[in-house]
């Protein structure tokens, strides 16, 4: 698919403001599209949408297909009346600057529980209606997700492979007595991704109504800990008692010496392929269903992937393995149709991920900040870019702009001072002008670059297990004409004014 020459911006909604904590769906984030739309931008990206657990992680979610309750709002919980004012009467004093996820996930658990125990009590017909054609439509994932959850509850949060046998193995009688015991505690959890669908698709028709459309993110690899591999073993290496025998990675290179150990399983693609890839056509059909365009991350992972044995502590010991290639890829075009995706091909690339790549005729992304080591014909240098990418001064890995030049070598501040013909004072800005200005028929920059903020605001730093994913963006941005005056001037002049 071909894109159109466009802007955007890249921004989680855990990082909008708001009263409860967290970004989340409600009016915090429609001042957000508006904010969009009066700067000229076409684009909005976020990270993947799911339920996250462990470390808080997008990208490691208990399900592929089920959305994040934290996420869910309680001023449109009031507007539908499944919240009174008197429920939010003891919201805790929140930071505005950051997420304290423990605080917050207990605060929005009570108001979701707030919200379901009114709606069992008084929902209106119109609403139950509205969950039971949810629940039907969704079933396919849904009922499995809803029955791990509330498991897993059940057994004070621990990973699935540490349940009782019966229930770790699904054997249909100690399912069906766990359903007949526990009724309202799988229900609860079918209530809140219909509150989570009902609010995103709402939102999501908003921003398309206003021209903005949304750039969703599908990691390549779904968690251990998650309902798909717990409902379908088959599709994963597993051994007898349900535990990865091999496990995702990234091989030893300049910046990691061990490598990085990932430690999600891995797709048995022989079983995929045998079924025509079904369950990956309905993984991306469910995304599509969210968003409008695709980022895959870790594309390369679908020309070859590096295997781990299970057990071992580094990602030094492993090896590659073909992936499935473009016969996935054709799977899911007969089964969609055209496929608006992103390829995040960064990191080590071998000729044949570019090949595929090519063949499916999918733009890469360009990082600035990985550009300036002194080569002139560095592919990530914006002169150097072709049409068919889509351009990134940072992303949500990186540091901000800021952070990167302040922490950066000599001779790399030296050269990007040199390529941008700058002083490095207004570094943030010199290079979202330079990627705006290149081929690229997309580019995007974290909200944080268009503040010229620092490290402090950087969103992930890989292999940190804790402490990301907190930044959060000050409300009064929303309302900075000059900002949204100098984003627009940005836009317009380099011809990626939404129009």
Not at 161 to 190: G, M, S, Y
């Amino acid at each position: 698919m071909k894109f159109t020459r466009s802007a955007g911006v890249i921004l989680h909604p855990t990082s909008l403001p708001g009263p409860d904590g967290i970004g989340d769906l409600g009016p915090e984030a429609y001042q957000w599209v508006n904010f969009l739309k009066a700067a000229g931008f076409g684009l909005w990206q976020i990270l993947p949408l799911g339920p996250t657990g462990y470390g808080d992680s997008p990208y490691q979610a208990f399900s592929a297909f089920a959305g994040n309750p934290y996420l869910v709002s309680a001023a449109l919980l009031l507007d539908s009346d499944l919240l009174t004012g008197e429920d939010l009467s003891d919201r805790p004093a929140f930071p505005q600057e950051r997420v304290e996820y423990g605080e917050v996930i207990q605060w929005k658990l009570k108001l979701l529980e707030r919200a379901f125990a009114r709606f069992k009590a008084s929902g209106s017909p119109a609403l139950r209606a509205e969950l039971a054609a949810f629940q039907t439509r969704e079933a396919a994932w849904l009922d499995d997700f809803a029955l791990f959850m509330a498991i897993k509850e059940a057994q004070g949060g621990v990973s699935w492979d540490q349940w009782p046998e019966p229930l770790r193995n699904r054997q249909v009688k100690a399912l069906t007595a766990f359903r007949r015991d526990n009724p309202d505690a799988i229900q609860r959890h079918i209530f809140r991704q219909f509150l989570f669908f009902r609010q995103w698709q709402e939102l999501r028709a908003y921003a398309n109504a206003q021209g903005i459309k949304i750039i969703g993110d599908i990691p390549i690899f779904v968690a251990y800990d998650s309902a798909e591999v717990w409902a379908h073993p088959e599709l994963f290496y597993l051994d007898e008692q349900g535990k990865p025998t091999v496990v995702a990675g990234v091989p030893p290179d300049y910046f990691s010496p061990t490598g990085q150990l990932w430690g999600n399983p891995l797709y048995r693609w022989d079983v995929h392929q045998q079924s025509g890839y079904a369950w990956w056509i309905e993984r991306v059909r469910a995304a599509l269903n969210l968003v409008d365009i695709l980022r895959v991350d870790h594309f390369r992972g679908f020309a070859g992937y590096w295997e781990v044995p299970a057990g071992m502590k580094t990602a030094e010991f492993g090896r590659w393995v073909p992936g499935p290639g473009a016969s996935l890829f054709e799977a899911i075009r007969a089964g969609l149709g055209s496929l608006p995706i992103i390829a995040e091909d960064l990191g080590e690339i071998t000729p044949d991920v570019i090949e595929l790549r090519d063949l499916l005729e999918l733009p890469g992304m360009k990082v600035m900040q990985f550009a300036f080591n002194g080569d002139p014909h560095h592919p990530f240098l914006p002169h150097n870019y072709p049409v068919n990418c889509v351009a990134y001064t940072g992303t949500h890995d990186n540091d901000t702009t800021v952070g990167w030049y302040q922490s950066a070598s000599e001779a790399e501040r030296d050269f990007c001072r040199r390529y941008l013909a700058r002083s490095g004072e207004d570094i943030a800005w010199d290079m979202l002008r330079a990627a705006w200005a290149s081929a690229a028929a997309m580019t995007l920059a974290p909200l944080q670059d268009f503040l010229s903020l620092g490290s402090s605001a950087r969103m992930n730093q890989p292999g940190r297990p804790h402490g990301n994913w907190t930044w959060r963006m000050d409300g009064e941005v929303f309302s900075n004409d000059a900002l949204i005056a100098r984003m627009m001037e940005l836009n317009f002049l380099y011809g990626r004014a939404a129009t």
